[in-house]
């Protein structure tokens, strides 16, 4: 029934917990068919009782009054003995599975993952960057496949939803609390993920991409992102324009230094209110998957840097609820208050957008090269997905929903 329901909507990508490549998926389909089966054969039994009572005892208007008795043992025993034993049957699998599928292992790949309103985070907590920190890539999770991977969850605001059926079940993201659990998958693939508790007003466009790759590739990607530096612009370039806008912001128009809630791993960047910035050249979603570019040219494209241009600018109007700043001078929502954004100009804001394109991990370590974007029958077409309001408008949109 969820692979019918869920493989309906998908205008981007199948999601779908009849994905069989993962343990999980198969271990939770072997458990469904018992309890479908058992729930066919009540079906048919109590409709079958149903009309053979409403046949046989049907008013006749020619007879006298039926026959009048009281209750009757062996009917009553039935009743409550067969229904104890389904639901004991069914209870001890559940309990079957989840002794199967819950225990995390020490040697487990360990991912942590952090939800906020409205991105994610994923860090890998045993690799600690050659730069200082923790490898962390924004809204694209890489993992191994083969083996189970354990995730450990936590919010750092409302709740969110962790889910990517593809790879396994889903878990709450809750502030303060943590919660550890295992994913996997056989084949090596791009895979959807949404956030799967109502979080507020882009709850809807706080996505992300699973991108499982083979141990080796996997291996690559790790160690490429260990050693990984922010590459240093030439002097006089966009990007070297951009690197200053984005340490230092523009005092003389009050615009904030994006790297005051952002990191870039070998810089001095190390903001944690935002989403890490350190692979973003290589990355091929923007706005925590509200746009995707899924060719190789992803950030060349006339679209891709239309939008990333508007995204910049003006967060909050083309991804609701963003808690970005703004950078036209238009009011945004600073901790609860308003705010009057500081001004870059166009060029500074493409100087920005150059800088944040040539983040890139080694060509090697790009885990999208090959990589197939499971169930996608429009990849190339779905950056349209999602338009780009006009950039005349001046107000902030409003961010319902409790936003800090
Ligand atoms: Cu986060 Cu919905």
Redesign the pocket.
Known sequence: MGVTLLSGCGSQQLLSIGDLSSGYNREVAFMSIFAIALSIIIFVGVSYALFFTVNKFREDKHTAEPAQFHGNNRLELILVVVPVIIVMFLAVLTVRSMAILNPVAETSTKIDVL?R??WWNFSYPETKADAGGTVTNGNEMIMPIKQDVALTITSGD?I??FWAPNVGGQRAAMPATLKTWNVDTDRAGVYQGN??????AS?AN?RYKVVALDQERYNTFLAAAKAYRAPEPAADSPEARGYAIFMQGKPATGALACAACHRVQGTPAAGAAGPDLSFFGTRRTLGAGMWEFMTEEHWETPRAKEILHAWIKHSPLVKPGSLMPTYDGSEYLASGKKVKGGVLTDEEIDDVAAYLRGLKLPEEANYWNDTPVYGSSDAAASDTAASVPAQTAKTTQPTPGGNQ
């Open positions: 939800g309103q409205f409302v969110h939803g956030c799967s508790q109502l979080c507020g709850h706080m």
